[in-house]
């Protein structure tokens, strides 16, 4: 079993973001990345079934040169090798482009199982991993917050709708994309960061994958940002005063007079 | 026949209920076909669902696209997605609109591989320009606003985010077409489903989510924000905090790595505002925001806000909102 863990890195959660001058893009310079959230809970999974099936782990990213960083600490985690797509002629793709590529990478690994997040947290296109399953003709459970394999082939997973959950068997090979919730992710021990120094990164480009860059890449991208703008400032708004239940009695009938809610 | 104007709406439905959402793909369709004479199409899958023909042509669509049959019951992603691909094949439609919901999502980014579409997620706006679309939508947790143009040759696939349009009636002579269904081999089968959290309103619909944050103190007493949603008839939300901790279940959580929400009232109740959270609800039509602490990122987004002790005012505010509700 040879898993394909598809990693993404984004801006922190917690990070304050600044348009640069051309409104393109975000200030570099302002922000930490990190793993996309959601790819860590798929990196767990795919480490839990390292432990009870010995499946190879493969992690794959793409992106400028600081993806390094994200793939080594998965090796430090526990994946046996990781791949980076680097190649500046590959970046500038719209999200079907990404797909694309990262299909052709994971047909090159010959994996039989996709672990990716159900979305990142900077585009929030949550397609990636579902268009990388129909690329390969494979099925795909998006959005799993409960995984169990049976075997290698064959697993039973749970997958969070509106107010519910559906209970789903999938037959390898296949994608699932992680939700939180689907388990706790490890930090990398001691021993592990030691030993990823020694484990294989690779840097694959568009010849590697058998790709043409202009079909997939920049050239090719039918989606395109042309603005970003922060969001609309709110209008000011007022502190009720009061004791607790002339508070309470003001905004109730602010809510219900004023703003026609209640 | 192929039809280069006609927009495709995919008629969402579970448990023989339409999406709302739907109703606001058919409005938005409507303008995109604009002066055109372009026509509507909706693609309604499932089983016992004809009925809810009547209900498209009240909102504009012009032709609707049903399989009803027990193959349709339940929504499994490849066989849902081989029929949208015979509709779109046979349509010839540029245009592809779903809401986006559990199902969209899982649903259209597949259904734009197969169909090798161009795909954007999360719109709050569509509208048409010379050449193709222009799109709006959030990106980073609400952090930014992204205007995205859509271009090339080959059609268009885009998810709606929920309450970005509004839905308005529009009745059209509306016609139903019968789809024989494809057969599929699905390897990914619905064999089960379960209800949790099924206990409320859909955050991501909802016009009022009441949200509850580490400000409780404990999970024991979360119960003050679940009685306030119950009493005004909303849904529950969370900050991240108190959802890492464990005192709820994760699809409440309101956020960058939870939910977007735009209800048109939002109430945050011991929530200090993070600026995840911030990011996650400040395109809430009015916010009311609850904290001890006046110094709370939270009442800097808030149109009002109320420092005080949540466990002295939640109980208050439900009992007044009931009286005011019961008495209008």
């Given amino acids: 079993m040879r898993i394909a863990v598809l990693i993404k890195q984004v801006p922190s959660s917690e990070a304050r973001i600044r348009i640069t ?3 393109r893009g975000i200030e570099p ?107 390969l003709g494979w099925p795909h459970v998006s959005v799993v917050s409960k995984l169990e394999f049976a075997d290698e082939r064959h ?48 840097s694959w480009d568009a010849a590697a994958l058998g790709l043409d860059a202009s079909a997939v890449g920049a050239a090719a991208a039918r989606v395109r940002i042309v603005a970003l703008e922060p969001p609309p400032p709110r209008p000011a708004g007022q502190l009720v005063t009061g004791d607790a239940k002339e508070m309470v009695t003001k905004v109730v009938a602010a809510l219900k007079n004023d703003r026609k809610l209640i | ?36 004479g372009g026509s509507i199409h909706a693609v309604l899958l499932g089983a016992g669902v004809a009925s809810l023909a009547g209900e498209l042509k009240e909102h ?61 997620a999360e719109c709050l706006s569509l509208s048409t320009r010379a050449e193709g679309y222009t799109a709006k939508k959030s990106m980073l947790g609400g952090k930014v606003f992204a205007t995205l143009d859509i271009s090339g040759a080959g059609p268009v696939v885009v998810t709606m985010k929920p309450g970005a349009h509004a839905a308005s009636p529009a009745p059209a ?11 599929v081999d699905a390897r990914a089968r619905i064999v089960g489903l379960a209800a949790g959290g099924g206990d409320g309103v859909d955050l991501q619909e909802a016009d009022v989510v009441v949200s509850g944050g580490r ?26 905090a108190i959802v890492d901790a464990g005192w709820v279940a994760h699809h409440h959580q309101v956020g960058q790595t939870g939910v977007t929400v735009n209800p048109k009232l939002y109430i945050a109740c011991g ?49 007044e909102i009931r009286r005011v509700r019961e008495a209008s």
């Fill in chain 2, 173 to 183: 002579a509306g016609e139903v077409a019968a789809l024989s269904p494809v057969a």
């Fill in chain 2, 1 to 36: 026949m192929s039809n280069q104007r006609t927009i495709l709406v995919f008629a969402e439905q579970r448990d023989g209920k339409l999406k709302r959402s739907v109703l606001e793909c058919l409005a938005l369709a409507r303008e995109l076909a604009g002066s055109g």
């Fill in chain 1, 21 to 23: 001058a051309d409104g």
């Fill in chain 2, 271 to 319: 929530i200090s505002g993070a600026i995840q959270h911030l990011a996650g609800m400040r395109g809430s039509g009015c916010i009311v925001a609850i904290n001890k602490d006046p110094e709370a990122p939270i009442f800097k987004v808030a149109d009002y806000g109320l420092v005080g002790d949540a466990f002295e005012i939640l109980p208050l505010l439900t009992e």
């Fill in chain 1, 155 to 202: 697993a039973r997973v749970e997958r969070e709708i509106e107010g519910g959950v559906e209970q789903i068997d999938v037959d390898c090979p296949a994608v699932l994309t992680a939700n939180k919730g689907l388990n706790e992710p490890r930090y990398p021990s001691l021993k592990g960061i030691m030993m990823a120094k020694k484990k294989p990164l690779e």
């Fill in chain 1, 29 to 135: 310079g302002d922000v930490e990345f990190v793993v996309n959230p959601y790819d860590e809970y798929a990196m767990e999974a795919a480490l839990q079934l390292k432990d009870k099936f010995g499946a190879e782990v493969v992690t794959v990213s793409l992106g400028p040169p600081r993806i390094h960083e994200a793939l080594r600490t998965s090796l430090a985690l526990g994946a046996d090798r990781a791949v980076a797509l680097d190649d500046p002629a590959l970046f500038g793709a719209d999200a079907g482009g990404v797909a694309r590529m990262l299909a052709a990478a994971v047909r090159k690994l010959e994996a039989d199982l996709v672990l990716c997040g159900k979305l990142s947290i900077d585009e929030e296109n949550s397609s990636v991993g579902v268009q990388v399953a129909e690329l």
């Fill in chain 2, 215 to 240: 400000g409780l103190k404990g999970p024991e007493n979360f119960h003050l924000v679940e009685s306030l949603a119950k009493a005004i008839g909303g849904a529950v939300g969370a900050s991240r």
């Fill in chain 2, 60 to 120: 504009g669509a012009s032709r609707i696209h049903l399989a009803d049959s027990e193959t349709f019951r339940l929504p499994t992603n490849e066989t849902y997605v081989a029929a949208l691909a015979a509709v779109c094949a046979e349509s010839g439609s540029p245009l592809v609109l779903f809401p986006a919901s559990a199902m969209g999502r899982d649903l259209a980014p597949r259904l734009a591989a197969r169909i090798d579409a161009a795909f954007v």
